[in-house]
């Protein structure tokens, strides 16, 4: 088994208390706004004036149901569209089109269709990350030149972002439970068509969910990461730890 040790820029912070920092967290007033106007990941909790786009509403944890292999069933699968848009009526909302679209329109008069439901925005998290997210908000700072954090927890550091590197550390440490196990395929067509895929078998977990986490030892570390190689047998057994 081949294994390679590597660092991705996605699995590791900066986490040094030394460094010097170069932004600072936002004011404990700006802070009190998660929750209230805005919601506790920083988004704007009202919708738009014309009510396309309602309000946050969380899901509850009973929303939609759970099969036998754990997965959630949609919690709006009941819902009709509100409307159909059409060949024939799809100069009505061309200024909410893409120009790919109306073009399928176009090739497809009488077999394309665009369904339209409600706007929903029920995403949420467990309470205890909204918590850290709001304590992040007054606490971490970027550090080392913006390639690292300070006084960092769990996920989204800076929930009211007040620079574009700000939005990037966001993603990098959003909130996705806390581990993951994915099957990836890769595959790089050839002109003519043809194609060999690689199959990968990924797995993370994030440091604040490892039984031996000391949290006031974080240390340089997002989440620790293996990636294998399933397929094809010449790859086959390849591992990347990080």
């Given at each position: 088994?081949n294994k390679t040790?590597s660092l991705?820029?996605?699995g590791?912070?900066?986490?040094s208390?030394?460094?010097t920092s170069?932004?600072?967290?936002v004011?404990a007033?700006?802070?009190?706004?998660?929750g209230?106007?805005l919601t506790p990941?920083?988004?704007?909790?009202?919708?738009?004036a014309d009510?396309s786009?309602?309000?946050?509403?969380?899901?509850?944890?009973t929303?939609?149901s759970v099969?036998?292999?754990g997965?959630?069933?949609d919690p709006?699968?009941s819902?009709k569209?509100?409307?159909t848009?059409?060949?024939q009526?799809?100069?009505?909302?061309?200024?909410?089109?893409?120009?790919g679209?109306?073009?399928?329109?176009?090739?497809?008069?009488?077999?394309?269709?665009?369904?339209?439901?409600?706007?929903?925005?029920?995403?949420?998290v467990?309470?205890d990350?909204?918590a850290?997210?709001?304590e992040n908000a007054?606490?971490?700072t970027l550090?080392?030149?913006?390639?690292g954090l300070?006084n960092?927890?769990?996920a989204v550091?800076f929930?009211?972002?007040?620079?574009?590197?700000e939005v990037i550390?966001?993603?990098?440490?959003?909130y996705?439970?806390?581990?993951?196990?994915?099957?990836v395929?890769?595959?790089?067509?050839q002109?003519?068509g043809?194609?060999n895929?690689?199959y990968?078998?990924?797995?993370?977990v994030?440091?604040?969910?490892?039984?031996d986490?000391d949290?006031?030892n974080?240390g340089n570390?997002l989440?620790y990461?293996k990636?294998?190689v399933?397929?094809?047998?010449r790859?086959a057994g390849?591992v990347?730890?990080?």
């Amino acid at each position: 088994m081949n294994k390679t040790r590597s660092l991705l820029q996605a699995g590791v912070l900066g986490l040094s208390l030394l460094a010097t920092s170069v932004m600072a967290a936002v004011s404990a007033d700006e802070a009190a706004k998660l929750g209230s106007t805005l919601t506790p990941m920083g988004a704007e909790k009202a919708g738009n004036a014309d009510g396309s786009i309602g309000p946050w509403e969380p899901l509850s944890k009973t929303a939609g149901s759970v099969d036998g292999k754990g997965f959630l069933s949609d919690p709006y699968g009941s819902e009709k569209p509100l409307f159909t848009i059409t060949a024939q009526n799809a100069d009505q909302y061309k200024d909410k089109l893409s120009p790919g679209q109306l073009a399928m329109f176009k090739r497809y008069p009488n077999t394309y269709k665009i369904p339209v439901f409600k706007t929903h925005r029920g995403a949420t998290v467990p309470a205890d990350v909204f918590a850290a997210i709001k304590e992040n908000a007054t606490k971490t700072t970027l550090v080392e030149g913006g390639n690292g954090l300070s006084n960092f927890r769990t996920a989204v550091p800076f929930p009211i972002p007040k620079s574009g590197l700000e939005v990037i550390w966001n993603h990098i440490t959003r909130y996705r439970g806390g581990s993951v196990s994915r099957l990836v395929t890769q595959a790089t067509p050839q002109q003519n068509g043809s194609f060999n895929p690689v199959y990968f078998s990924d797995q993370f977990v994030f440091r604040d969910k490892m039984k031996d986490y000391d949290p006031n030892n974080p240390g340089n570390i997002l989440f620790y990461f293996k990636q294998e190689v399933t397929a094809p047998a010449r790859l086959a057994g390849t591992v990347l730890l990080v």
